[in-house]
């Protein structure tokens, strides 16, 4: 499906839908299975990255079967949309919504500001031709978007939105107030340190350009990237288990949890799952150095992440019940 009624109860219901990044089986096996299993509705988002590492079509047929799969878990009614994550170029967002998606982002958002309405109202006008859906972005995250790289973050103007959702006629806005791709969403200077554990703490989120947005655009879609928490856990176990990624920092979950239950109704997590899956490997490699069937490293790894959905979920983003 795409993601017109997810959103419009999402935003009523006061929660967000989960947009997790798939590139390969165990990763879609554990998205699957959370969302059956608590009845939230997802988004499976394929990035330009993820095409070329595991092929479009082979993509496309296990978002399919991912659908009759989730049946099969006893989900009888999925809820499931298989967008594009980060389309660059009108051409990669149409020969996605000829391939059968159901959403699409076109991210012109590092292109000036009539260029990006130009790009984005073209592929609005080829995929709303088929119902699919289009996120646009307005305002640049910090960090890297695919390959697209900023070094600083430029919050989204509150004055530009109504302009850019009217002309583009997009469907959702992704926004920029401090979210940021990756592991490493601050640096250290960026941070303060919490004097009890020595552990960075991020800036805030910039709430008042978020309410801003909504008091032009009330009752717009808005979209939160970059919106993983790095949790401490996943980052000590891949330190513990011969792995380096020293002030790892992501966006701490209780603001997450405040801004689903705004207008956000779409937040991205990947690098999250990613975390996961190194640190159930790492532990399995350290403890069993003999291990060389790839179940007896990707199975616990898979569980590790469909935890880690489930928490989000439930915890995080309030989705859970809201497909039943
Ligand atoms: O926003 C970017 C996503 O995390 C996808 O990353 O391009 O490495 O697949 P990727
Ligand atoms: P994270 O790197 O914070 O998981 O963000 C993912 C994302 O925005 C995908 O588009
Ligand atoms: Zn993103």
Redo the contacts with the bound molecule.
């Keep these: 499906m795409n993601t017109r009624e997810m959103f419009a109860k999402a935003i009523k219901g006061g929660y967000a839908i989960p947009a997790f990044?798939f590139?390969n089986m165990e990763q879609l096996q554990a998205i699957i299975k959370a969302s059956a299993e608590t009845k939230s509705p997802v988004i499976l988002q394929v990035?330009?990255?993820?095409r070329n590492y595991a092929n479009q079509t082979l993509l496309r047929y296990m978002a399919q079967g991912a659908v009759e799969y989730a049946k099969e878990l006893g989900w009888e009614h999925p809820q499931i949309c298989l967008h594009l994550?980060?389309g660059d170029s009108f051409e990669l967002c149409k020969s996605c919504v000829d391939f059968g998606f159901s959403s699409v982002m076109i991210d012109a958002s590092h292109l000036p500001y009539e260029e990006n309405i130009a790009l984005t109202k073209k592929v609005v006008d080829y995929a709303h031709q088929y119902d699919v859906t289009v996120e646009a972005e307005l305002g640049v995250l910090a960090g890297v978007?695919?390959e697209v790289s900023s070094a600083v973050s430029h919050y989204t103007k509150p004055e530009e939105v109504v302009d850019f959702a009217t002309r583009t006629g997009c469907d959702s806005l992704a926004i920029s107030i401090g979210t940021s791709?990756g592991a490493y969403k601050f640096t250290p200077e960026q941070c303060t340190r919490d004097p009890k554990t020595g552990k960075l703490v991020p800036p805030p989120l910039a709430f008042d350009v978020l309410d801003a947005i909504m008091e032009q655009l009330p009752g717009f879609p808005i979209v939160l990237?970059?919106s993983s928490s790095v949790p401490q856990e996943y980052v000590d176990m891949i330190n513990q288990y011969g792995g380096k990624l020293p002030d790892a920092v992501g966006i701490p979950e209780e603001q997450l949890r405040k801004a689903s239950k705004s207008a956000v109704c779409k937040i991205?997590i990947?690098?999250d799952s990613r975390l996961a899956f190194t640190a159930a490997v790492r532990k399995v490699f350290a403890e069993k150095p003999g291990e060389f069937d790839p179940r007896k490293y990707c199975g616990p790894a898979r569980d590790l992440m469909e935890e880690l959905y489930k928490h989000k979920i439930i915890n995080v983003l309030g989705s859970d019940g809201k497909a039943e």
């Design positions: 990044n590139n990035s330009k990255g993820a994550d980060h978007e695919d791709h990237h970059g991205n990947d690098s």
